[in-house]
């Protein structure tokens, strides 16, 4: 059984945190940065998830690029 919306929202605002975390949702009990060393660490985690993505990115480009040029070698030699 789901509690109602006015209660949970109640919940939240007594102890100061999100409704999401109340409902097991996520593990962090705030939406927001509270502080700035909090926000410098969420977009320090960003940073480096940006840079992870975009090397897997080169990655899949380069392994597309190789396959495509035997691909067309092989259509070629047909």
Known sequence: RMPDLRILASLADFFNVSTDYLLGRTTLPHCYPRNKKEL???LNGSEAIFKVAES????????????SETDEDEAKDN
């Open 40 to 42: 410098e660490n969420i």
């Open 56 to 67: 897997q990115l080169d990655n899949e480009a380069l392994y597309e690029e190789a396959f």
